[in-house]
């Protein structure tokens, strides 16, 4: 039976903290992956970076786009090229815990789970850590997802032998939690489990740092992608917020 797990980095620009992502997946205690970094036509270095470690190791896997693209059409390409059972994903300057694939392989097995994820920690530039445990549901579906992004993506995997191979929607922003709704329209459950296993770079200029950007993108997922009504897209975007702060 094929265990391996793909995982999926897109990478733009990514010279600052290529090498610290790929050393997180070469530290896995769980050995049986293949790594599809998917270039994005970067400008620095970090596909010399990048093609240092294939030298080294591999099942490391460089693929260069033609033409700059977004996130969403290179883990898409990604997902596409990847070989494994097992499809995650892990940003060019996240990371991941030495048991993360081990541990959550294991887990999927065990309880027959098709879509999973884990708690987190979020850091800095500088990678101070700079939150709490970010504690996840243990379990979701599709209408609790819809009033918030339980799913981080650094922390998700999907097993493609229980639903295919199932490709990000080709929106400008918030592709992963268009993905795990698509999911969730075709099983009951995720399952979370209630341990930290990666940590998520903040970057001073991203998205998830930018709190109305995020609710914009997240209107626009809900009348875009699942073709929502504007009150019903105003009420599920209300439901967001009203977590993101009850949370605080």
Same mark, same amino acid.
């Given at each position: 039976?094929?265990?391996?797990?793909?995982?999926?980095?897109?990478?733009? #620009?990514?010279?600052?903290?290529?090498?610290?992502?790929? *050393?997180?997946?070469?530290?896995?205690?769980?050995?049986?992956?293949?790594?599809?970094?998917?270039?994005?036509?970067?400008?620095? #270095?970090?596909?010399?970076?990048?093609?240092?470690?294939?030298?080294?190791?591999?099942?490391?896997?460089?693929?260069? &786009?033609? *033409?700059?693209?977004?996130? +969403?059409?290179?883990? #898409?390409?990604?997902?596409?090229?990847?070989?494994?059972?097992?499809?995650?994903?892990?940003?060019?300057?996240?990371?991941?815990?030495?048991?993360?694939?081990?541990?959550?392989?294991?887990?999927?097995?065990?309880?027959?789970? +098709?879509?999973?994820?884990?708690? %987190?920690?979020?850091?800095?530039?500088?990678? !101070?850590?700079?939150?709490?445990?970010?504690?996840?549901?243990? !379990?979701?579906?599709?209408?609790?997802? &819809?009033?918030?992004?339980?799913?981080?993506?650094?922390?998700?995997?999907?097993?493609?032998?229980?639903?295919?191979?199932?490709?990000?929607?080709?929106?400008?922003?918030?592709?992963?939690?268009?993905?795990?709704?698509?999911?969730? @329209?075709?099983?009951?459950? +995720?399952?979370?489990?209630?341990?930290?296993?990666?940590?998520?770079?903040?970057?001073?200029?991203?998205?998830?740092?930018?709190?109305?950007?995020?609710? @914009? %993108?997240?209107?626009? &997922?809900? @009348?875009?992608?699942?073709?929502?009504?504007?009150?019903?897209?105003?009420?599920?975007?209300?439901? #967001?917020?009203?977590?993101?702060? +009850?949370?605080?």
């Amino acid at each position: 039976m094929n265990n391996l797990v793909s995982i999926i980095t897109p990478s733009y #620009n990514s010279s600052k903290f290529i090498s610290q992502t790929i *050393e997180s997946a070469l530290s896995q205690t769980y050995t049986t992956w293949e790594m599809i970094i998917v270039d994005d036509v970067s400008s620095d #270095n970090s596909n010399d970076i990048i093609e240092a470690y294939i030298k080294k190791d591999s099942r490391i896997k460089l693929i260069k &786009l033609e *033409e700059n693209s977004g996130p +969403a059409i290179a883990r #898409n390409i990604g997902i596409k090229k990847a070989s494994g059972r097992y499809i995650a994903f892990l940003d060019a300057d996240d990371l991941w815990m030495p048991e993360k694939l081990e541990k959550q392989v294991s887990f999927m097995k065990e309880k027959s789970v +098709a879509l999973s994820y884990t708690e %987190y920690v979020r850091i800095d530039e500088h990678s !101070k850590i700079i939150s709490e445990i970010i504690e996840r549901p243990e !379990k979701v579906n599709y209408q609790k997802m &819809l009033k918030s992004n339980y799913i981080p993506c650094l922390t998700a995997i999907y097993d493609t032998n229980v639903l295919g191979k199932v490709y990000m929607p080709l929106i400008k922003k918030r592709q992963d939690y268009g993905l795990w709704l698509r999911i969730l @329209r075709g099983i009951d459950i +995720a399952y979370g489990m209630d341990e930290v296993l990666a940590t998520y770079r903040v970057m001073s200029n991203s998205v998830s740092s930018n709190k109305i950007d995020l609710l @914009r %993108y997240n209107y626009s &997922l809900f @009348r875009e992608h699942e073709k929502f009504s504007v009150v019903k897209s105003l009420y599920y975007l209300i439901w #967001n917020i009203y977590i993101k702060v +009850a949370k605080k």
